[in-house]
C-alpha cells in the first residue's frame, strides 16, 4: 500500500459488516431506514419549557433506548458514551459478533464535545454543594465513548478517539480503515456519538448563529433562504474487516469502503473557506485514492448544514469538482431530517448512503423548500432513483477539518 499524506489507498477493499444507528430517526437501521423513505421528519418542537431560555423552538432529540449491558456499567457512562456502545452493539450483532482475538479488534470513536450534560451537573453540584461526582471527568472526557466500547468489547487492538466536530465520526471511519488495510487489526467498530441538547450545548450554538430560529422554520441544507441548522444528537456504528477475513468466515457484507481522503480549510475556527478549496481537495483525495471515475460516483451524501456559509463552500467545491461533467451524481442532505447531530453526523449519514445506494433510491426531503440556484448538481427533493452503487460521504467540521470517504454497496 502507498500513501500519500491525508491520503489512504486500499490494496485490498474494507468490507462493511454490520451497521447501527440511534437518531431522531429511530434506533436501529430499519427504523431509520422506514421513517426516512416514508417522508418522516425527526424534528420535533423543544417544548415550552424552553421559550423563555431560547429563541430556538425546533430540536433532533433520541428517545429512549436499551443497552445489553449491567445497569452499574450504565451508570457511569454520560448519555453520548450510552449512546455510542447502542449504535456499536447494533453493529456488532449484526455483524454476528465475529470471534476475533482481542488484540486485532479495533475502536474509533468520534465525538465533538463527550459529556457536556455531565460536565453541566458536576459544575452546578460543585456551586450548590461544594462537592463533585467523582466520575465527573471520566464520564466527561471525550474518549470515554471509545473507552466503554472497548471494554464492552474486549477489544485491545487499537482504540482512538478522533475530536474534529462535526468531521469526527467520518475521521474515525477513515482511521480504523487505515488499521486494517495497514494490518494493525483485523475488525473494528468505527462511528460517532455525541448528546448535547441541554441549555448549554443549545444556547452555545445559539450563540454563535448557527441555529435555525423560530418555530415553523425547517432546516434547510442547500436551500435558498437557509439560515441555520437544527440540533441534533445520536450515534452511529459500521463494523469495518479485512474483506479476505470476512468472506472467508462467510460473513454478509453490506459494502465496501474504497478511498478516504482529507484536508484542513486553515482559514477559520467555525466559518468554511468560502470558495469550497478545502473540501475539493479532501473530495479529489478519496476520488483519487478510491482510483475510480468521477462518473462512478451516482450519489453523494453532503455534509450540508444549512448555514449560508458552510454550504456555499460545499455547494462552490462540488460545482467546481463536477464542472464540466456530463453525467452528475445526486446529492442528499440527511440533516433535513435528522438534524445536525455533531460528530455522530458522519457515521448516521454514512450509512444513510449505504442504504440508499442497496435499496437504489434517494429518498426525498421530509419538508420541501427551493434549493439555492447557485447549486449545479441534481438534489433528491423528492425520492430519485439510482442506477449506480458508489457514493462519496462528505464530513466537514470546526477547527477547519475537511473529511470524505468513498463508498460501495454490495449487489
Not at 43 to 50: A, D, M, P, Q, V
Not at 66 to 89: K, P, T, Y
Not at 295 to 310: E, F, P, V, W, Y
Not at 347 to 352: G, H, K, T, V
Request: glycine content about 10%.
Amino acid at each position: 500500500m502507498r500513501f500519500c499524506p491525508n491520503v489512504l489507498r486500499m490494496t485490498k477493499n474494507i468490507a462493511i459488516t454490520g451497521t447501527g444507528a440511534i437518531s431522531a430517526l429511530g434506533h436501529g437501521v430499519p427504523e431509520l431506514w422506514h421513517n426516512w423513505i416514508m417522508s418522516n421528519s425527526g424534528i420535533t418542537e423543544l417544548g415550552s419549557s424552553w421559550d423563555r431560555i431560547t429563541k430556538t423552538k425546533l430540536i433532533a432529540k433520541c428517545g429512549d433506548f436499551s443497552l445489553d449491558v449491567e445497569r452499574h456499567f450504565i451508570r457511569r457512562l454520560d448519555r453520548c458514551s450510552q449512546l455510542a456502545l447502542g449504535a456499536a452493539q447494533q453493529a456488532w450483532n449484526e455483524a454476528e459478533a465475529p470471534d476475533y482475538r482481542s488484540e486485532r479488534i479495533g475502536v474509533a470513536i468520534s465525538t465533538g464535545i463527550g459529556g457536556l450534560e455531565t460536565l453541566r451537573k458536576g459544575i452546578m453540584e460543585l456551586e450548590a454543594k461544594d462537592r463533585v461526582n467523582p466520575n465527573t471527568i471520566p464520564m466527561s472526557m471525550p474518549n470515554c465513548a471509545a473507552a466503554a466500547v472497548s471494554i464492552w468489547l474486549n477489544a485491545s487492538g487499537e482504540i482512538a478517539s478522533p475530536v474534529s466536530a462535526c468531521a469526527g465520526g467520518a475521521e474515525a471511519i477513515a482511521l480504523a480503515a487505515r488499521w486494517i488495510a495497514d494490518g494493525d487489526v483485523d475488525i473494528a467498530i468505527a462511528g460517532g456519538a455525541e448528546a448535547i441538547i441541554n441549555v448549554v450545548g443549545v444556547r452555545a450554538f445559539e450563540a454563535l448563529g448557527a441555529l435555525s430560529e423560530g418555530e415553523v422554520n425547517q432546516p434547510q441544507p442547500f436551500g435558498k433562504l437557509r439560515n441555520g441548522f437544527v440540533l441534533g444528537e445520536g450515534a452511529g456504528a459500521v463494523v469495518l474487516e479485512n474483506s479476505d477475513f470476512a468472506i472467508n468466515r462467510g460473513a454478509k457484507i453490506f459494502g465496501w469502503i474504497l478511498g478516504c481522503g482529507s484536508s484542513a480549510d486553515c482559514y477559520n475556527m467555525t466559518a468554511s473557506r468560502p470558495c469550497g478549496d478545502g473540501a475539493k481537495q479532501a473530495m479529489a483525495k478519496a476520488i483519487k485514492a478510491a482510483n475510480i471515475d468521477l462518473n462512478k460516483i451516482c450519489l453523494i451524501k453532503a455534509h450540508a448544514t444549512g448555514t449560508k456559509g458552510g454550504d456555499l463552500a460545499e455547494m462552490s467545491a462540488l460545482n467546481s469538482l463536477w464542472a464540466g461533467q456530463e453525467i452528475k451524481p445526486i446529492v442528499i442532505a440527511p440533516k433535513s431530517s435528522i438534524g445536525h447531530s455533531i460528530s455522530a453526523c458522519g457515521a448516521i449519514e454514512l450509512i444513510m448512503a449505504l442504504l440508499s445506494l442497496r435499496n437504489k433510491i434517494a429518498p426525498g426531503l421530509c419538508h420541501q423548500y427551493e434549493i439555492d440556484l447557485k447549486f449545479q448538481l441534481p438534489f433528491a427533493s423528492s425520492h430519485t432513483e439510482l442506477s449506480g452503487n458508489t457514493a462519496m460521504c462528505n464530513s466537514f467540521g470546526f477547527g477547519g477539518k475537511n473529511q470524505s470517504i468513498i463508498i460501495r454497496a454490495s449487489n
